[in-house]
């Protein structure tokens, strides 16, 4: 019997290393071709980024269209985060669950809100830096942005850690090992739920059961 895929939340503020742990576990995932997984393609109005590849790292949208997209109610959850307009398109998702592959949102705390209502079952993980001095540090990164940019992006940190108490797991990212490996964890540990694995093992346990 087939199983239908988990559905994961990922949130951090910016420079909590949460795209390096996502990235790293899906890596690592490879090796286990009958459990995939997979990150979801966000919709977003913000313009990309060099590098970033439209329907790779969004789908990149006019406001309009992202308009148009909420009146057709095609989202499961969108926010508005730094002044840009994001979104998870519900089919897509659906989609990939019924499928059996585990999907993965690295979403805000708003859309985290939104889809723990639609989708209680969904398992969140808030991923934390371990100090706001560290914080900081990762944030000033290549040493190229203002002040000003930097006090901006530890203002929304503060904004994104204040929401911390509202996931059912979090990470503290100081050693980036024990932090992917504390995700594996969580991730196995949905796996292994007796409602997924009584599917996967059906055949085993009508035999075991079977009257001699
Ligand atoms: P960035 O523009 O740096 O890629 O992402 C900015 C923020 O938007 C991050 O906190 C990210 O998690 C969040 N984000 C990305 N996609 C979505 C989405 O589909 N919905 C919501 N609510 N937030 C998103």
Not at 76 to 105: C, H, K, M, P, R
Not at 154 to 169: G, I, L, N, R, T
Request: contains cysteine.
């Amino acid at each position: 019997m087939s199983v239908t895929g988990n559905l994961f939340i990922l949130s951090a503020p910016s420079g909590a290393g949460k795209s390096s742990l996502i990235s790293a576990l899906l890596e690592n995932a490879k090796q286990d071709s009958a459990r995939p997984m997979q990150v979801s393609v966000s919709h977003t109005t913000r313009a990309p980024r060099p590098g970033e590849v439209n329907g790779q790292a969004y789908h990149f949208v006019s406001v309009d269209e992202f308009k148009q997209s909420i009146d057709n109610k095609e989202f499961y959850e969108y926010a508005e985060v730094f002044g840009n307009y994001y979104g998870t398109s519900e089919a897509a998702i659906d989609a990939q669950l019924e499928q059996g592959i585990d999907v993965f949102l690295d979403i805000d705390w708003q859309g985290a809100q939104q889809v723990r209502l639609k989708k209680p079952q969904v398992t969140t993980i808030f991923i934390s830096p371990p100090s706001k001095a560290e914080l900081e540090k990762r944030l000033r990164g290549r040493g190229q942005d203002s002040e000003e940019v930097i006090a901006d992006r530890m203002q929304q940190a503060k904004s994104e850690c204040s929401h911390y108490q509202e996931f059912d797991y979090i990470i503290v990212n100081d050693d980036f090992e024990q932090a992917l490996n504390d995700l594996t964890i969580i991730v196995k540990n949905q796996r292994l739920k007796c409602s997924q694995q009584a599917k996967l093992h059906n055949a085993m346990f009508e035999q075991l059961l079977q009257e001699d």
